[in-house]
Each structure stands twice: as C-alpha cells, then as structure tokens.
C-alpha cells in the first residue's frame, strides 16, 4: 500500500471514530431541536396552510385492479393521511373518467392532476419514453431504481416530460416478468410468423422485426381478444396477475423469460402547473408517497408471483415452458437492430439511451459478482 493510500485511510478512520462519538450528541440535538414533538421543525420554509385541494387520479388499469390499483388507492390514503386531510385523491380506474390509453393526455391538459401507468404506452407522444418502462434484455428492477435515484435517469425523465406539462415520478416495477401465453409451441423464431400478439412498447417493435404482428390492448380487453382470437398470443405480467386474468383458462403454454420486460418501471405523472401550486410540504408528501408506492408494489408482486406461480403448476394443465436458446439469441439480435433505430431517432433520445447504457455498462460488473453468483446457486 502506498504512503498516500495509508494516510487516506488512516484519516478515514479518524474521521470514523469521531463520528462515531460525536453521533449520541448530534442526535440529542436533533431531537431536542428538529423533532421534538413540542413544536414545528425548525427548518421548515413556511408556515403550514389550512388550504384543502381535491385531485383526480385516473389510471390505465381497470378499476380496482389488484396490485397496481390497489397501489393507487393505497397512494391516495396515505397523501391524505401525511396531509391531515389537505390534499385528497380520488382513484379512477382506466374508462372511469378517461380511457385507459388517454390518461398522458387528461394530466398534461389539466383534466386530472395525476395518473399512473406506463411509458411505453406514450410511444406515440415520444418515443423515448419507452426507455423508462423497459428495453427488452435490459436492465432489472434493481439496477432500473439504480439509474433513476442513483443516477441521472429520473432527471432525464424530467425533462423528457417537461414539453408535456407533466412532472414524472417512479410509481412501482412489475420486476422480471413472463414471456407469455399462447396456444402453440415456440420452437423457433419461424413460429413467430403472423402470429398477433399483445405486447407494448420496444418488445412489440422486435416482434415486427421477427415478422408477428404486435397489438396494443388494454388489460380490461385482454381475455376476451385472446378467447375470442382476436389475437393468438398475449404478454401481460407474471403469475399473480396472469392468473386472476384467467389466462390459464384459454391458453396451453406460459412461457418464460420476459425477456421483453425485464424489470418493467411504472410512473405517476402529474401535471406540472397543479404540483408547483401546491405549498411546498405538499409537493414533499406527494414525491414521497410516490416512493413508498415505488417499493411496495414491486415487494408485493414478488411474493405474489412466487405463490402463484407454484399455484399454475399445481392447479392447472398449462405447460410452462422456457423459451429455446435459440429463439432469445434472434430475439436478442432482433432488440438490439430496434433499439439503435430508437436511439438514433432524435438528440432526447440518444441522450437518454446513452445514459441508459452507460449506466448499465457500469453496474453489470458489479451484478456479475454479487446478484449474478448468488442465483447461479455459488456459495458465497
């Protein structure tokens, strides 16, 4: 080790212990001072207002929709708990006020302050948007949060956005999802041929590439185009939600991985003028319930995707399978054509793909030695 790398630590470790005294003290400040329940925080900007303001939330799920919607609903109550009742949501589910897929519109115009949904359902507006909700063989739920809090994602999203009078904030992650459902066997890329499939964002542009024809449908007309063959194939989530869906009911095989969606972000998005509006406690309320709403989701879907999918195995006669080597390897290929064209499209979106990549460039190394090795079953 070197004279200089010695001092360094060795002034880390000083700094170290000091901390580690001074903390008891610092803390009895802080609570004698910041946090004491005898009065306000000291630090606040300005007094507190007794104005109320009543919000319209409209999202793209169907009304009370397990999990996503529920998340809402949840997100609503705790605004108006940590507000003591100053600001007060009301939940509309997809065609409840708005249809599903007018939600971007109804916020940035001001019919509704706030919604929840998914970038890549807002293509047709930017197609960088896309980059926020899933690159197919992208990064995960883990790494994605990553690039946006420890990164310059989230920032990027802002000024996507800004043009639209909307202000983005993460509203959860459906994790690694299921590559789908279908009524044939996938045994190589050629079974893709013609095949109408659901599927939004990037991962239906590579379908295209492959020669099937993607269609977009919200989730309240799923079952129905599928039972009805309006399409052949259909993604949606993973297995919690594909079963109450009932998928299980009209398709033989569920077939994994995402490989499209491979840790999928949702967002709320509030209409800019309305957020800046509100006193500044306010606007800290609603950017933290948000992040409350950004964990939550992902944790429950986790644990109701490992009970479900054991629940598929066990209840039904569907046949899961994994997708041969050799159709991800076209797949894989087929992505990596669609999301230079994507890329490349526009300065806002090379600059948020660049960021996007370089970020994953940087953190991989690091997964290859921690997440990486703990799943492929090495003793660590």
Not at 91 to 114: I, K
Not at 156 to 183: D, I, K, R, T
Not at 266 to 276: A, H, I, Q, S, W
Not at 350 to 371: G, L, N
Request: charged residues 20%; neutral net charge.
């Amino acid at each position: 080790m070197s004279k200089d790398n010695k001092r360094g630590r060795l002034r880390f470790l000083q700094g170290l212990g000091l901390g580690m005294v001074a903390l008891p003290a610092s803390l009895k400040m802080l609570m004698g001072k910041n946090l004491s329940s005898d009065g306000p925080n000291t630090k606040a900007t300005s007094p507190v207002s007794g104005k109320t303001y009543q919000w319209k939330l409209v999202t793209t799920w169907p009304p009370n929709f397990p999990i996503l919607g529920e998340a809402c609903t949840l997100f609503s109550q705790w605004v108006e708990t940590m507000s003591a009742g100053r600001l007060k949501i009301q939940v509309f589910g997809g065609g409840e006020l708005v249809p599903a897929l007018e939600c971007f519109d109804a916020v940035s115009n001001g019919s509704a302050e706030m919604s929840h949904g998914a970038a890549y359902y807002w293509a047709g507006k930017s197609s960088a948007s896309q980059f926020f909700a899933s690159v197919p063989f992208g990064m995960n739920a883990q790494q994605f949060n990553s690039w946006l809090i420890g990164g310059d994602g989230l920032r990027l999203w802002e000024e996507l956005y800004a043009p639209f009078n909307l202000v983005p904030f993460p509203g959860g992650n459906s994790g690694v999802q299921m590559g789908g459902w279908f009524n044939k066997e996938i045994k190589s890329i050629a079974d893709f041929q013609g095949l109408k499939m659901r599927m939004p964002g990037l991962g239906g542009k590579v379908l295209s590439k492959i020669g099937a024809s993607p269609v977009l449908i919200s989730g309240g007309e799923l079952y129905t185009s599928l039972e009805r063959g309006v399409i052949d194939a259909t993604e949606w989530m993973g297995p919690f939600h594909d079963y109450k869906m009932g998928f299980h009911e009209i398709a033989k095989y569920y077939y994994f991985p995402g490989w499209h969606e491979t840790g999928t972000q949702l967002e709320f998005t509030v209409n800019k003028d309305k957020y800046e509006s509100l006193p500044i406690d306010l606007q800290e309320i609603v950017r933290s319930a948000c992040m409350r709403v950004n964990d939550w989701l992902l944790y429950t879907l986790e644990y109701q995707n490992a009970l479900f999918l054991e629940k598929i195995k066990t209840e039904t006669e569907v046949s899961i399978r994994n997708f041969p080597d050799a159709v991800l390897q076209s797949l894989r290929e087929a992505s990596a054509k669609e999301i230079e064209i994507i890329a490349n499209k526009d300065a806002i979106s090379k600059k948020i793909y660049d960021s996007y990549q370089a970020f994953r460039t940087r953190i991989d190394p690091w997964s290859k030695v921690s997440e990486r090795m703990y799943y492929t079953g090495i003793n660590i």
